[in-house]
């Protein structure tokens, strides 16, 4: 092996010796070769596996199987021939096209750019990473590995047959030598996935997981393909659902986005019960249309719809904020953000003032401060009974005064006390971890029922990703029609009806123990799904887009009316309706931002009596950046701080947020500004609109492990 690898690197140098000699046009000098100018040689390309322009110590180690790809006739040697072709024309394994030498000193232009366009899932001219970028690869990657075993062999990777028409299938077939990185003999879903990810990085330029047209644009360069093609919603032949999850149509109308019939909301059968039990379910990470009392066909989840369906379904419910920590906030603490502080997921890697940030963001507390007093302080007061069983997010540790059991929970228990590691479904024991809080749940309600009543909050880890299902239900949806055949999907899929299960024990136990007359129910979610499962809505987790924050939820149980409400709700409504519903009373020196709702779950209305609802995300993490936004009645105006602009929707013509009306309807673009921008001052919410002194457009997020709350402390 050594020999054939001297015997190539001789020949390779001695044939770009010669190549010098015949075309002087520049020095072969140190800059050439580390990215100083100029194109490198085609030999030192094919050893440049990343594209930096130098030679690390894995990509030597890797020289034999990269040069043997220039030895097209697999002679052990690269003649004359093979040489010349390498140093014309060719696309690099590196993501990037470079034009034929004859064509003077121009830039190569990263493959993605090239191809950015064909990966627009939905045509509106912006390539979203999560979404587009990595869907597409996932997509991709299933329909390779024909035998599920999670490797691209090298017979599958060179077949075509049931491969879809892809810019990243082709890319595969063609480079998977390289792509297999640790030299296997098979690709991985990670290294699959790394490289796009390199790719992509190479053209994001300022690091909002974005492509746009002025991204697109290389100086020199290759342009891209089709780049005026934007979306437009009456073009005919338009695409609607993203490529690896298939749903339902587009809908009309926004308070209705599942487009079905809506059920007209009719007196309960019986009246609340004076004391109710409470049973939260907070769901993480799931859109608003992963459910099947929202809409979805294809995913079963017969427990929660039976019991939805015997109570009130929210059409227009929405998470507090785009993402986890400040919703849980707001759920806690009946606030909107700008009266806790807790903007976002604290973690290093988003910190305000990193170089890729255009604006400073403002800074967030990492914790619930403890002046602020929860719905489980104010029910625990009261007698009730408070546990919680998952995910807290709202300070670190397990005793302290900002951890559960500092703020009004009597017994706490997360992932590791019941043996699971970050990230993981399953611990040693094989117990799944929705299972497992669920049984918790049951023990802790058999244990305390009897003497008063309780407040069970269950904060669920899924359907947060990375996915591991039950491998019944992984199989059940890798077989089931109707779906695309996409692993991801199957495992999402999987994991929403696990939930599901988990719901319907605890319905169960319920009723076992005769409290089902005695218990109100709560399903809800932290915030919108992954850009591929909140279809046909703009934006997703991590932005004021109604897919970022449109959620599922329904409340059931006694005195509870049945039908549907189109009425907004929002996460922090449920500490004001959980104190009207227990006859609890609101606590002194704490205010309380959100509404309750009793009046339509008793069906003596179906409005509230506020007219506006407000978001304020003023932090850089996820598809988003810092932003804030309000909804008054189907009118929705958005300012984004990066950029200083304005976006002005109406959701009853265009749920999907297509078509900005700033210009259009500028009386009311300014009414509904003007409204945006007194509440900020009212709650003296920041708005982060200071230029960052160090921004680099050209810098990168960094990646890596979770810095979450690491020296991070309330500010």
């Not at 010796?17 to 100029?38: I, K, L």
């Not at 009261?382 to 559960?404: D, I, K, V």
């Not at 919410?685 to 979770?706: C, F, I, L, Q, W």
Request: proline share 8%; with cysteine.
């Amino acid at each position: 092996m050594k020999s054939i690898l001297f015997i190539l690197l001789f020949l390779a140098l001695t044939f770009e010796a010669d190549a010098q000699q015949a075309n002087p046009r520049q020095p072969r000098d140190e800059s050439r070769q580390r990215g100083g100018g100029g194109d490198p040689s085609p030999i030192l390309t094919v050893l440049d596996s990343n594209g930096d322009r130098e030679l690390s110590k894995e990509e030597l180690a890797n020289a034999t199987s990269a040069l043997k790809k220039l030895d097209r006739n697999e002679d052990g040697r690269l003649d004359e021939a093979e040489f010349k072709a390498s140093a014309s024309h060719r696309s690099d394994s590196d993501g990037s096209t470079r034009p034929p030498a004859s064509g003077g000193d121009r830039p190569r232009t990263p493959w993605i750019l090239v191809h950015a366009l064909e990966i627009d899932a939905n045509e509106d001219g912006v390539v979203e990473f999560e979404s587009e970028m990595m869907a597409e690869a996932n997509r991709v990657f299933a329909a390779y590995d024909r035998n599920n075993d999670e490797k691209i062999t090298p017979d599958e990777s060179g077949s075509k047959q049931g491969i879809p028409k892809s810019a990243l299938g082709g890319f595969v077939r063609e480079h998977a030598a390289e792509l297999d990185r640790d030299q296997d003999g098979g690709i991985s879903k990670a290294e699959m996935t790394a490289q796009f990810a390199k790719f992509f990085a190479q053209a994001d330029k300022n690091g909002d997981q974005k492509l746009t047209k002025d991204e697109y644009e290389v100086e020199g360069g290759v342009v891209p393909r089709f780049p005026d093609r934007a979306r437009d919603p009456n073009r005919p032949g338009t695409r609607n659902e993203p490529p690896a999850i298939r749903m339902r149509p587009a809908p009309p109308e926004a308070s209705n986005p599942a487009n079905r019939p809506v059920r007209s909301p009719r007196a309960p059968d019986t009246d609340l019960p004076d004391r109710p039990n409470i049973v939260l379910f907070l769901i993480d990470d799931m859109g608003w249309n992963a459910m099947g009392f929202t809409g979805n066909p294809w995913i079963e989840t017969p427990r929660t719809d039976a019991m939805a369906n015997q109570g009130m379904i929210f059409t227009n419910a929405y998470a507090s904020a785009p993402n986890c920590a400040p919703t849980r906030a707001c759920l806690m603490s009946g606030q909107y953000t700008p009266r806790h502080g807790v903007y976002t997921v604290v973690d290093d890697r988003h910190k305000p003032g990193l170089p890729h940030h255009k604006v400073l963001a403002a800074d967030s507390n990492a914790e619930l401060a403890t002046e602020s007093v929860t719905i489980a302080e104010s029910l625990k007061a009261e007698g009730y009974a408070t546990g919680m069983f998952g995910m807290w997010n709202l300070g670190r540790g397990r005793s302290g005064p900002t951890t559960p059991l500092g703020q009004g929970f009597e017994i706490f228990k997360q992932p590791r006390d019941l043996g699971f590691e970050k990230d993981r479904y399953f611990n040693d024991r094989g117990e799944y971890l929705t299972d497992a809080f669920t049984e918790e749940g049951i023990r802790w309600i058999e244990a305390n029922h009897e003497e008063k009543p309780f407040f069970l909050y269950l904060a669920y880890h899924g359907v947060h990703s990375p996915f591991e299902p039950k491998p019944d239900l992984l199989k059940k949806y890798r077989e089931k029609p109707g779906g695309t055949g996409a692993r991801e999907e199957a495992e999402y899929a999987a994991t929403v009806e696990a939930v599901d299960q988990n719901v319907g024990r605890i319905v169960d136990a319920l009723e076992r123990l005769g409290l089902d007359d005695d218990t109100i129910v709560i399903f809800h979610s932290d915030n919108g799904g992954n850009r591929q499962y909140i279809e046909p809505l703009a934006g997703g987790k991590g932005t004021l887009y109604e897919g970022g924050i449109r959620v599922p939820t329904a409340i059931w149980g006694p005195g509870v009316a049945v039908g549907e409400a189109t009425a907004p709700m929002l996460s922090m409504d449920l500490y004001p309706t959980i104190l009207d519903l227990t006859g609890t009373p609101t606590p002194e020196r704490h205010r309380l931002d959100g509404e309750t709702l009793r009046p339509i779950l008793t069906g003596e209305s179906d409005r509230l009596k506020r007219d506006s609802v407000f978001w304020h995300f003023p932090s850089y993490i996820g598809g988003g950046g810092p932003s804030s936004a309000m909804r008054q009645e189907d009118w929705k105006v958005i300012e984004h701080f990066d950029g200083q602009r304005f976006e002005v929707f109406d959701l009853s013509r265009d749920p999907q947020e297509h078509r900005n009306l700033l210009e259009e309807e500028p009386e009311k673009a300014r009414e509904l500004i003007s409204h945006l921008r007194r509440w900020q001052e009212q709650t003296n919410a920041p708005r982060p609109t200071e230029a960052n002194p160090v921004y680099d457009p050209n810098a990168r997020p960094e990646r890596g492990r979770d810095q979450r709350g690491k020296g991070q402390g309330r500010r």
